[in-house]
């Protein structure tokens, strides 16, 4: 009696180099996709940056001042009676003054200028994404988030020495101005919704690429953050985006 022995095959190399072609392609698809996310996110940050500051100067226009340091918003800006749109002093000085607690980082219960910026930019029907809140100060609340993570505070610098973080003293060509803050949601390092490669995107798009040059500056939350100066593998006062959680903020200038 024969015993019918069917002949086992396992995969032939071609085969082999089909499925892996296909694994890599579909790696490398995922790979490219996340890439593209990653740009569409800074491109609209950019964006965001341009409206903010278009909105800023229409609202220059119809008001004769910034938005927070305006006179007389309670009666002049609709829904705009009570903290945070109307700022516990206004000094209607041409500034965005903050306190220091509000700068690096968004603070509770900060009823200041610098606070009522964006709430006020709201209630002139010129920005979205803010949603005021008279007790928290949070992106998203007070001040608007950003497309590539974290959000914005808004203040006038009028010196060098007065840049939050640990970068102001190693720019070479600081001109004062209204300048847009970009902030983590907490100062930790190993956030990477603010990593040095993401800001060094940003600075490239609007200004010079430089972190200290131009009108687009890196923010350091330490000195052992964002640029080579931390012994990392970047030269010296360059982004170092060899690392993405590293802690790295822009200071845009918005308005001169």
Same mark, same amino acid.
């Given at each position: 009696?024969?015993?019918?022995?069917?002949?086992?095959?396992?995969?032939?190399? =071609?085969?082999?180099?089909?499925?892996?072609?296909?694994?890599?392609?579909?790696?490398?698809?995922?790979?490219?996709?996340?890439?593209?996310?990653?740009?569409?996110?800074?491109?609209?940050?950019? *964006?965001? =940056?341009?409206?903010?500051? $278009?909105?800023?100067?229409?609202?220059? +226009?119809?008001?004769? &001042?910034?938005?927070? +340091?305006?006179?007389?918003?309670?009666?002049?800006?609709?829904?705009?009676?009570?903290?945070?749109?109307?700022?516990?002093?206004?000094?209607?000085?041409?500034?965005? %003054?903050?306190?220091? !607690?509000?700068?690096?980082?968004?603070?509770?219960?900060?009823?200041?200028?610098?606070?009522?910026?964006?709430?006020?930019?709201? #209630?002139?029907?010129?920005? *979205?994404?803010?949603?005021?809140?008279?007790? %928290?100060?949070?992106?998203?609340?007070?001040?608007?988030?950003?497309?590539?993570?974290?959000?914005?505070?808004?203040?006038?610098?009028?010196?060098? !020495?007065?840049?939050?973080?640990?970068?102001?003293?190693?720019?070479?060509?600081?001109?004062?101005?209204?300048?847009?803050?970009?902030?983590?949601?907490?100062?930790?390092?190993?956030?990477?919704?603010? @990593? #040095?490669?993401?800001?060094?995107?940003?600075?490239?798009?609007?200004d010079d690429g430089n972190p200290l040059t131009g *009108? %687009?500056?890196? =923010?350091?939350?330490? #000195?052992? $953050?964002?640029? &080579?100066?931390?012994?990392?593998?970047?030269?010296?006062?360059?982004? +170092?985006?060899?690392?993405?959680?590293? *802690?790295? @903020?822009?200071?845009?200038?918005?308005?001169?």
């Amino acid at each position: 009696m024969k015993t019918d022995i069917r002949s086992e095959k396992g995969f032939t190399l =071609v085969e082999l180099a089909v499925v892996m072609i296909i694994i890599g392609l579909l790696i490398g698809g995922v790979l490219k996709g996340q890439e593209l996310i990653k740009s569409a996110k800074v491109t609209s940050t950019i *964006s965001q =940056v341009k409206g903010i500051d $278009a909105a800023t100067s229409t609202f220059q +226009d119809i008001y004769a &001042g910034l938005p927070g +340091d305006v006179a007389s918003p309670g009666t002049r800006l609709p829904g705009c009676n009570a903290a945070p749109c109307v700022p516990g002093t206004v000094t209607s000085d041409g500034r965005v %003054v903050a306190t220091a !607690a509000a700068i690096p980082f968004v603070n509770g219960g900060q009823n200041t200028e610098s606070t009522a910026f964006f709430v006020q930019l709201a #209630a002139a029907d010129l920005i *979205s994404g803010v949603t005021p809140d008279g007790t %928290v100060n949070a992106f998203g609340g007070n001040y608007p988030s950003a497309p590539v993570g974290g959000g914005w505070v808004a203040s006038t610098i009028n010196a060098q !020495a007065d840049i939050p973080g640990a970068s102001g003293a190693g720019i070479t060509d600081f001109r004062a101005g209204l300048y847009l803050q970009h902030q983590n949601t907490a100062d930790d390092e190993d956030d990477p919704v603010a @990593n #040095a490669l993401t800001m060094q995107r940003i600075d490239r798009k609007i200004d010079d690429g430089n972190p200290l040059t131009g *009108s %687009v500056y890196a =923010v350091e939350a330490t #000195a052992t $953050a964002c640029m &080579g100066d931390d012994g990392s593998s970047a030269a010296a006062n360059l982004y +170092d985006t060899s690392t993405g959680t590293v *802690s790295c @903020n822009a200071l845009v200038r918005i308005q001169n």
